[in-house]
């Protein structure tokens, strides 16, 4: 395919490479996407933002609470797939030029070992005290009370998630820019790349002059903008392309 061997071209030309990953690099993992069906009844009834924001849980921290530990258990039975092994072995080849950035929770990028990941959006086993603001790691499944307690203080614990209205996490966020600014070719992977911030990284690596190649199964509002649109599975083009 002619569009891969000029996205080869481009990647082996690149210095440094920036990875900009989205919902649609987990879903071979049987991980849900952002936009895609749970098939679960009652989260059906839901909207993403109500559950993934400041207002929904404070209105209902138990509803949120019931979403996060289900998900946290489709996670923790999920493996890592060959999209995310593609990207490790990539990263590990090319160290340390590489680098991924992603807006997914689900830790499956670290455990198919990529090192360093810059996570924009928090991690669903990370969990924060509302009251003394303390953060643990809580890899618990299925959580013993919802919503759980924070063993310091009592105080109502949450999702060390980044929700909607909320600020990204300064350090990542300042890494994620260097990475993008700095990069030859970025790769954007499995995102409809209309969440913002981390939607900006794409102008931002464009206006350095980085080639941006777009791996989805679909059209995005990027793709027009994308240097390349490679249409397919995540799990099916990164390994092809990556090899
Ligand atoms: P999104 O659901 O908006 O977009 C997913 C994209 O992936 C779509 O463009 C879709 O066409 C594409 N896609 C689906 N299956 C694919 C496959 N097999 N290969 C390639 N592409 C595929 O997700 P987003 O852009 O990441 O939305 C961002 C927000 O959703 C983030 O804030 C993130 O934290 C949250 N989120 C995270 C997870 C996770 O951690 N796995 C899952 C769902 C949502
Ligand atoms: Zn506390």
């Not at 009251?131 to 618990?140: N, S």
Request: aromatic content about 8%.
């Amino acid at each position: 395919m002619a569009d891969l061997a000029q996205a080869r071209e481009w990647l082996d030309a690149a210095g440094r490479v920036a990875v900009l990953t989205g919902a649609g690099v987990s879903a071979e993992s049987g991980v849900p996407t952002f936009r895609g069906h749970s098939g679960d009844a009652l989260w059906d009834r839901y909207s993403w933002e109500e559950l993934a924001s400041p207002e929904g849980f404070y209105r209902d921290p138990e509803l949120v609470w019931r979403w996060y530990d289900w998900r946290r258990g489709l996670v923790a039975q999920a493996n890592p797939n060959p999209a995310h092994h593609a990207l490790a072995g990539y990263q590990e080849r090319r160290a340390p030029s590489v680098v991924i950035v992603t807006q997914n929770v689900d830790g499956l990028h670290e455990r198919s070992g990529s090192l360093d990941v810059v996570r924009l959006h928090g991690s669903l086993w990370s969990v924060r005290c509302t009251r003394c603001h303390r953060e643990f790691a809580d890899e618990r499944v299925p959580l013993p009370e919802l919503p759980p307690r924070c063993a310091a203080c009592q105080g109502m614990l949450r999702p060390g998630v980044v929700w909607f209205g909320e600020e990204l996490p300064e350090r990542e966020w300042i890494a994620a820019q260097e990475a993008a600014a700095t990069a030859q070719a970025m790769l954007v992977v499995g995102t409809s790349a209309a969440v913002y911030p981390a939607a900006m990284l794409v102008p931002l690596a464009q206006s350095n002059r980085a080639k941006v190649i777009e791996i989805n199964i679909e059209e995005t509002p990027l793709s027009p903008r994308a240097d390349l649109h490679l249409q397919g599975k995540a799990g099916e083009v990164l390994p092809e392309l990556l090899k």
